[in-house]
């Protein structure tokens, strides 16, 4: 058993808020009691102690849009690489990079980003896959990683034509495969979903081909309108737009999650809303990538399930946390903006999207919940509660400022150590990889 203790507590239960010196008991993968330091302790004498000596004691954070495949950009410049616009980007760089990648490139790209994750206090990820070098057992080379790093992860293989017939059909079959795996894992630690890139790469026979061959009690997980080539797509071959062709071809539903969705109109949103289909913001990367600025504030006013994702910017979600609260403020010239819309999604939505395909709550820190904790080393200047918490995490707080990560009950990382993974000796594996896949794009 482990108490992780005297530090202020913060549990996103509404019930029980706030403990101004809380601890929480784990047994196994869950929590069994939040209380004060004091009484948790004298519970549970002869157990292992984490203090949190004063910080921040929070449920660890999800992530519900990652790009593991990304992680090897770093620093690269790719030959010729001179993008005019948003497909530019994707043929020139993103999928470049891609078609390249091997399934130890991938592998260790999943293990730089899980270790960035548990550094950041993410245990709970959903990633959308690309590697079409290789695509057979990339989904299972990434589970392994995550596996041995003890981080919780929903995966999928985008499906796209953009390589051909033959790489759409593997893509699919790589998905359909790794959904069974998932389903029959009994940790609640894997989830799988029918990944797609983007409606303008698939064509109906790939979309008839993945509905075929998607088992039953999972979604798919799509970008959506990420640039307005997309949509000017969809009008031109379809005669319509990108969320009712989604809705014709059986795509929307409770369990399928929509990246992006920028250049979507008030039809578009009431059909997500009346299917409760999810959708996730990537505030940095819609910036970065000068795609435009999506409705999201009108997305959660109409109570659309809306969650915040990285796209694999970065891994901390603070910053994402962050960006969207400027991004919204700026684009809709509205100081009051986003205030209270960013961190419900992050806080309620990135977990009510989790417990859609994991079974232990997420996101919260109760009796019952899964034991995904983290300790963040914060000493506030001024008065800290349940009222104003969010405030100092936008303000104050970053991902490096996590100093412990529980995730399912193991300790990840303690005292910023990271405990799961010789770091030096992957960071070592990543940079020969690294290099290699770097050769293959430049020669």
């Given at each position: 058993m482990l108490v992780i203790g005297n530090g202020t507590l913060f549990t996103r239960d509404s019930s029980n808020p706030y403990i101004e010196n809380g601890a929480v008991a784990v047994d196994g993968t869950r929590i069994v009691q939040v209380g004060t330091t004091q009484e948790v302790r004298e519970a549970y004498k002869d157990c292992e102690y984490i203090d949190a000596k004063g910080g921040v004691i929070m449920p660890a954070f999800i992530n519900t849009h990652e790009h593991i495949y990304s992680a090897f950009a770093r620093g690269l410049s790719i030959n010729g690489y001179n993008p005019q616009g948003f497909l530019d980007i994707l043929d020139g760089q993103w999928w470049t990079i891609d078609r390249?990648?091997?399934?130890?490139?991938?592998?260790y790209s999943a293990m730089d980003t899980m270790i960035a994750c548990i550094r950041n206090g993410v245990t709970t990820i959903f990633d959308h896959h690309a590697s079409f070098g290789q695509?057979?057992?990339?989904?299972?080379?990434?589970?392994?990683?995550?596996?041995?790093?003890g981080v919780r992860a929903c995966l999928c293989y985008e499906v796209s034509d953009r390589d051909g017939m033959d790489k759409a059909r593997e893509a699919v079959m790589e998905n359909a495969a790794f959904i069974r795996h998932a389903m029959q894992d009994d940790t609640d630690m894997l989830a799988?979903?029918?990944?797609?890139?983007?409606?303008?790469?698939?064509?109906?026979?790939?979309m008839e081909l993945?509905?075929?061959?998607?088992p039953d009690g999972v979604g798919y997980h799509i970008h959506v309108a990420e640039g307005i080539e997309d949509l000017h797509d969809c009008l031109k071959k379809y005669g319509k737009r990108i969320v009712d062709r989604l809705m014709d071809c059986g795509i929307l539903g409770s369990k399928t999650l929509l990246g992006h969705c920028i250049y979507i109109n008030p039809h578009e949103m009431e059909l997500i809303r009346q299917t409760d289909t999810m959708v996730?913001?990537?505030?940095?990367?819609?910036?970065?990538?000068?795609?435009?600025?999506?409705?999201t504030m009108e997305l959660v006013k109409r109570g659309i399930v809306t969650g915040l994702g990285t796209d694999g910017y970065t891994h901390d979600m603070t910053e994402s946390y962050k960006v969207a609260n400027v991004l919204h403020k700026h684009h809709l010239c509205d100081?009051?903006?986003?205030?209270?819309?960013?961190?419900?999604?992050?806080?309620?939505?990135?977990?009510q999207i989790a417990n859609r395909y994991f079974k232990a709550p997420l996101g919260v820190l109760k009796e019952g919940a899964a034991a995904d904790v983290i300790v963040v080393d914060y000493d506030p200047p001024t008065r800290l509660d349940e009222t104003n918490i969010n405030g100092h995490i936008l303000f104050g707080m970053t991902g490096r400022d996590v100093v412990t990560t529980v995730g399912n009950g193991k300790v990840l990382m303690k005292d910023r150590e990271v405990l799961v993974a010789d770091v030096k000796e992957v960071m070592v594996r990543c940079r020969e990889e690294s290099a290699k896949l770097w050769k293959s794009i430049n020669g």
């Amino acid at each position: 058993m482990l108490v992780i203790g005297n530090g202020t507590l913060f549990t996103r239960d509404s019930s029980n808020p706030y403990i101004e010196n809380g601890a929480v008991a784990v047994d196994g993968t869950r929590i069994v009691q939040v209380g004060t330091t004091q009484e948790v302790r004298e519970a549970y004498k002869d157990c292992e102690y984490i203090d949190a000596k004063g910080g921040v004691i929070m449920p660890a954070f999800i992530n519900t849009h990652e790009h593991i495949y990304s992680a090897f950009a770093r620093g690269l410049s790719i030959n010729g690489y001179n993008p005019q616009g948003f497909l530019d980007i994707l043929d020139g760089q993103w999928w470049t990079i891609d078609r390249k990648l091997t399934l130890a490139q991938t592998k260790y790209s999943a293990m730089d980003t899980m270790i960035a994750c548990i550094r950041n206090g993410v245990t709970t990820i959903f990633d959308h896959h690309a590697s079409f070098g290789q695509i057979d057992g990339s989904l299972f080379a990434i589970a392994d990683a995550a596996k041995e790093l003890g981080v919780r992860a929903c995966l999928c293989y985008e499906v796209s034509d953009r390589d051909g017939m033959d790489k759409a059909r593997e893509a699919v079959m790589e998905n359909a495969a790794f959904i069974r795996h998932a389903m029959q894992d009994d940790t609640d630690m894997l989830a799988g979903m029918m990944g797609m890139h983007a409606q303008f790469t698939i064509s109906d026979a790939t979309m008839e081909l993945a509905a075929a061959n998607k088992p039953d009690g999972v979604g798919y997980h799509i970008h959506v309108a990420e640039g307005i080539e997309d949509l000017h797509d969809c009008l031109k071959k379809y005669g319509k737009r990108i969320v009712d062709r989604l809705m014709d071809c059986g795509i929307l539903g409770s369990k399928t999650l929509l990246g992006h969705c920028i250049y979507i109109n008030p039809h578009e949103m009431e059909l997500i809303r009346q299917t409760d289909t999810m959708v996730v913001h990537n505030p940095e990367s819609n910036m970065g990538n000068a795609c435009g600025c999506p409705p999201t504030m009108e997305l959660v006013k109409r109570g659309i399930v809306t969650g915040l994702g990285t796209d694999g910017y970065t891994h901390d979600m603070t910053e994402s946390y962050k960006v969207a609260n400027v991004l919204h403020k700026h684009h809709l010239c509205d100081a009051n903006a986003a205030w209270g819309e960013v961190p419900k999604m992050l806080f309620e939505h990135n977990a009510q999207i989790a417990n859609r395909y994991f079974k232990a709550p997420l996101g919260v820190l109760k009796e019952g919940a899964a034991a995904d904790v983290i300790v963040v080393d914060y000493d506030p200047p001024t008065r800290l509660d349940e009222t104003n918490i969010n405030g100092h995490i936008l303000f104050g707080m970053t991902g490096r400022d996590v100093v412990t990560t529980v995730g399912n009950g193991k300790v990840l990382m303690k005292d910023r150590e990271v405990l799961v993974a010789d770091v030096k000796e992957v960071m070592v594996r990543c940079r020969e990889e690294s290099a290699k896949l770097w050769k293959s794009i430049n020669g």
